[in-house]
């Protein structure tokens, strides 16, 4: 990452959760000039690529070299850089390599702001180990006993970007982000997901939903024209100056 840009982080458990999630926010902060780093921790092989597996004549190797290729495409579509940790899928495991892996990632990209899963999911377990590993490898990388004479991390806000079905994960947004100017380029990354296509039109209905949510909550009369929104639940308080 360049050392004078303003920089995000988004730890993803599979390949494609960070494009229908948080696809938004990482082109409106891309084009705002933030250095965007995405973390793949799996490329969801095994349970998020049916429509490949049912091709025929598949194997492990095809469906991942399908699935980072895809995660690429809408990475650089959305402008951000994206790395792929390829820690297993169904089951997702994390080692302590794993942890210090991520929290070396912390320290490289000194985030602003990081992007992760719910922390409870009861459909898909991958999921909230994803923002577990996420939170954990935080407190790492601002310790200063883990490898002493690197330049530690401050303590950027965390937000949990939406889960599939939110009533069952307790997930409740208290951030609303407009993206509509940047929706043309999540729609072109949603689109890199051949593997997934059932769930393009799914998310535009919840960027949708979220975009008239947003319209509401600035006001009947703002000028904003907003359309398209996503949804975040922060997991720290606001340190603010001001209550505006």
Partial sequence: MNETTRNALVVSAHSADFVWRAGGAIALHAQQGYGVHIVCLSFGERGESAKLWRKGDM????????????????????????????????????????????????????????????????????????????????????????????????????????????????????????????WPQKYAAIQCMAGQEHLWEYYTRVALQRGVQAKRNVGITSSRNIVYGEGYQSLFPRVTENLS
């Fill in 59 to 182: 194997n492990e190797a095809r469906v991942k070299a399908a699935r980072r290729e895809e995660a690429q495409a809408a990475a650089e579509i959305l402008g951000a850089t994206v790395e792929f940790f390829d820690i297993g899928d169904y089951p997702m495991r994390a080692d302590k390599e794993t942890l210090f892996r991520l929290a070396d990632v912390y320290r490289r990209v000194q985030p602003e702001f990081v992007l992760s899963h719910s922390q409870k999911d009861p459909y898909n377990y991958d999921h909230p180990l994803a923002m577990n590993l996420a939170q954990e490898a935080r407190i790492i990388a601002q310790a200063e006993g883990y490898r002493p004479g690197e330049p530690i991390i401050g303590a950027p806000p965390v937000y949990s970007f939406e889960p599939h079905q939110p009533e069952q994960c307790e997930w409740r947004p208290d951030v609303l982000l407009d993206i509509t100017e940047v």
